[in-house]
């Protein structure tokens, strides 16, 4: 059932930059960070990182718990969408680049994004095509 549940669409122009950067041929480590726009009900592009380590993008991403609980900052309890491209040796010396699909979904959300966000995951991942979630 939850496979069925579409909150959000994907936006048309982020759909074509996520397969581009499928088939893309750089050899370095890259993400796509997404968001979703609550007034269009959309997934859309927030950031793009190119050369960017698993460290460095880990803090490109809202920190687990907000600093004023109180007053909550959008940037610092938004959940996230991101597509992370690396550079991946073998043992048996091959080389690969895999995409993973991420979701960040740190605490102090509010429940209504949690469930857009919820919501939303699959329509993204079986649009794009991912299959390392």
């Known amino acids: 059932m939850s496979e069925s549940l579409v909150v959000c669409d994907v936006h048309e122009d982020l759909v074509k930059k996520l397969k581009e950067f499928r088939f893309r041929k750089e050899t370095n480590n890259a993400a796509i960070i997404?968001?979703?726009d609550k007034e269009k009900q959309l997934v859309i592009l927030e950031?793009?990182?190119?050369?960017?380590?698993?460290?460095?993008?880990?803090?490109?991403?809202?920190?687990?718990?907000p600093r004023y609980p109180f007053e909550l900052r959008e940037s610092e309890?938004?959940?996230?969408?991101v597509v992370y491209s690396y550079k991946?040796?073998?043992?048996?010396?091959?080389?690969?680049?895999?995409?993973c699909f991420i979701f960040?979904?740190?605490?102090?959300?509010?429940?209504e994004q949690q469930m857009m966000y919820a919501?939303?995951?699959?329509?993204?991942v079986q649009?794009?095509?991912?299959?390392?979630?």
């Open 119 to 124: 919501g939303s995951k699959n329509k993204l």
């Open 47 to 65: 950031e793009e990182h190119e050369d960017i380590s698993p460290d460095e993008l880990k803090d490109e991403l809202p920190e687990r718990q």
């Open 34 to 36: 997404m968001k979703i």
């Open 104 to 111: 960040s979904s740190p605490v102090g959300c509010r429940p």
């Open 88 to 99: 991946y040796q073998h043992d048996d010396g091959r080389v690969s680049y895999p995409l």
């Open 127 to 133: 649009t794009v095509e991912l299959t390392k979630v």
């Open 77 to 81: 309890s938004q959940e996230t969408f």
